[in-house]
């Protein structure tokens, strides 16, 4: 375990299209520290990706693959005595083991999106079948069964309402992504951390 002064990884949180893997690229490169996305590890240690987990086998199936990959990073960092930038899905905020296990690390930061921008995003990825039916849309609002656009914009207000408020009590720090330029945000996220220097 590493003393609190060594546990210096910056673990992003926040929902889908808030720029968790973005500013998390950039926050890597500028610390000069290793990048890691938890998806990404977890797609690498299961051969699907958490869409496929939870749609072909459940929540619970999911919630065990995103610990199991929280855990092993956490465990070759801790080895290592190496320090990184995480990038976390976006539904990490019920998994209270893997949670738990990113913060032994660092600090939990919640990347608050802009719910219409987030939305718009989700409203892009929406594919409208023959039939009239919505199809590739996130678990959570495809559970609801949406029939229109309007619906889903609906559902997924109610739905960023509510991880707002976990990940405000979940997170050390929360920074609000902007519409702004990549580095204007993360200018944001590094003086929040402490770690922008007053002369750069």
């Not at 919630?63 to 199991?68: G, V």
């Not at 949406?146 to 889903?152: A, E, R």
């Not at 050390?172 to 951390?193: G, H, S």
Request: charged fraction near 30%; hydrophobic fraction near 35%; proline fraction near 2%.
């Amino acid at each position: 375990m590493k003393s609190e002064t060594q546990r210096k990884s910056l673990v992003l949180m926040g929902i889908k299209h808030c720029g968790k893997s973005t500013q998390g690229r950039l926050l890597a490169k500028k610390l000069s520290l290793p990048f890691f996305d938890t998806d990404t590890l977890i797609e690498d240690a299961t051969g699907k990706s958490p869409r496929q987990i939870y749609n072909e086998s459940g929540a619970d199936a999911f919630k065990d693959a995103e610990y199991e990959a929280c855990k092993k990073l956490a465990d070759e960092l801790s080895a290592k005595g190496t320090d990184a930038v995480i990038a976390t899905g976006g539904g990490i905020c019920m998994n209270e083991r893997a949670v738990e296990t990113l913060r032994s690390l660092g600090k939990c930061i919640f990347l608050i999106a802009d719910e219409k921008l987030a939305s718009d995003r989700i409203v892009r990825e929406v594919v409208t079948k023959e039939d009239g039916t919505l199809s590739n849309l996130p678990a959570y609002i495809a559970c609801k069964n949406p029939s229109t656009i309007l619906d889903v914009r609906k559902i997924f207000h109610d739905f960023y309402m509510e991880r707002t408020k976990l990940y405000s009590r979940i997170a050390d720090l929360c920074v609000e992504m902007k519409q702004a330029p990549k580095d204007e945000n993360l200018r944001n996220i590094l003086e929040a951390v402490g770690t922008l220097k007053t002369d750069s």
